[in-house]
């Protein structure tokens, strides 16, 4: 869904590992999760890792057990709370955990995007430079909710990090 292309993943993923002896893993980056789960039975030699952070709580109910996408690298300790909920089986748990991920993406739908996403991460830090075409800079009114949300963010990581030390 992220490139535009109307081709099913599994069977691209399928034609790979005819192809590809070596293919070990993918990402899926898509909402489909009964596709998701069709490119996981391609093959037991190919691991699937799910791309969606918005969906992270589904994914783990439909047994993901990989993620790769752009939020955790400022939201990783969230991201670690929601797995550990889910994995315990409190999944009304794991999913108010995971509201920020939410919040990101409807900001995101609002406010330019991979774009907003690129530069709310930045925000949050390292910076890792500008977003590449065809996203541009967030301004305006999306800047004022870029900078409000990543307060939030950053109260919220911080709480979770608090959490992390005192169960360990």
């Not at 797995?83 to 409807?106: E, N, T, V, Y």
Request: aromatic residues 6%; glycine residues 10%.
């Amino acid at each position: 869904s992220m490139t535009g292309s109307t081709h099913q993943v599994s069977a691209i993923v399928a034609a790979a590992v005819r192809r590809i002896p070596t293919l070990r893993a993918v990402k899926f980056t898509d909402a489909d999760l009964l596709e998701f789960t069709r490119t996981r039975s391609i093959s037991e030699q190919v691991r699937v890792f799910f791309g969606r952070d918005e969906l992270l709580p589904a994914a783990l109910a439909f047994d993901a057990d990989g993620v790769i996408g752009s939020l955790y690298n400022g939201l990783a300790p969230i991201g670690h709370a929601v797995a550990a909920a889910s994995i315990q089986g409190r999944r009304a748990h794991a999913f108010g955990l995971h509201k920020p991920f939410r919040d990101i993406a409807a900001a995101a739908d609002e406010h330019g995007g991979m774009g907003f996403v690129k530069e709310l991460m930045n925000e949050l830090g390292p910076d890792a430079g500008p977003c590449r075409p065809p996203w541009g800079p967030v301004h305006g009114p999306g800047r004022e909710v870029l900078e409000t949300l990543a307060q939030s963010l950053r109260v919220a990581v911080a709480a979770q990090r608090g959490q992390m030390k005192e169960h360990a």
